[in-house]
Nanobody, 121 residues
Framework: QVQLVETGGGLVRAGGSLRLSCAAS????????MGWYRQATGNQRELVAS???????TYADSVKGRFTVSRDNARGLLYLQMDTLKPEDTAVYYC???????????????WGQGTQVTVSS
């Protein structure tokens, strides 16, 4: 069974920084694309940043220049460095990974349980 676990959320003042981590566990053959999503209260879940297995990245316009996504393929880790945080970044942040589990014939999407990020003004 593949699991994703996020850590690193919390409460921070506007202008501050946080670093989120996501750890994949289980018997995994390969992890393809990974990404961070967020969902604010009353809003739909939205893509924040994504990264391919060869580290090509994409960002939502709202976070470009402030957030940096990275990954450690050998350890199955995904990171999101969030700088210059704004109150509108407040949301539950989720990691998602496209994983080929051992014995599987195709990739499947897995989600973490989410971690709360709250930015005070």
């Amino acid at each position: 069974q593949v699991q994703l676990v996020e850590t690193g959320g919390g409460l921070v003042r506007a202008g501050g920084s946080l670093r989120l981590s996501c750890a994949a566990s289980g018997i995994i053959f390969r992890i393809n694309d990974m990404g961070w999503y967020r969902q604010a209260t009353g809003n739909q879940r939205e893509l924040v940043a994504s990264i391919t297995s060869d580290s090509t990245t994409t960002y939502a316009d709202s976070v470009k220049g402030r957030f940096t996504v990275s990954r450690d393929n050998a350890r199955g880790l995904l990171y999101l460095q969030m700088d210059t945080l704004k109150p509108e970044d407040t949301a539950v942040y989720y990691c998602k990974a496209a994983v080929i589990a051992a014995g599987a014939v195709r990739s499947a999407d897995y989600w973490g349980q989410g971690t709360q990020v709250t930015v005070s003004s």
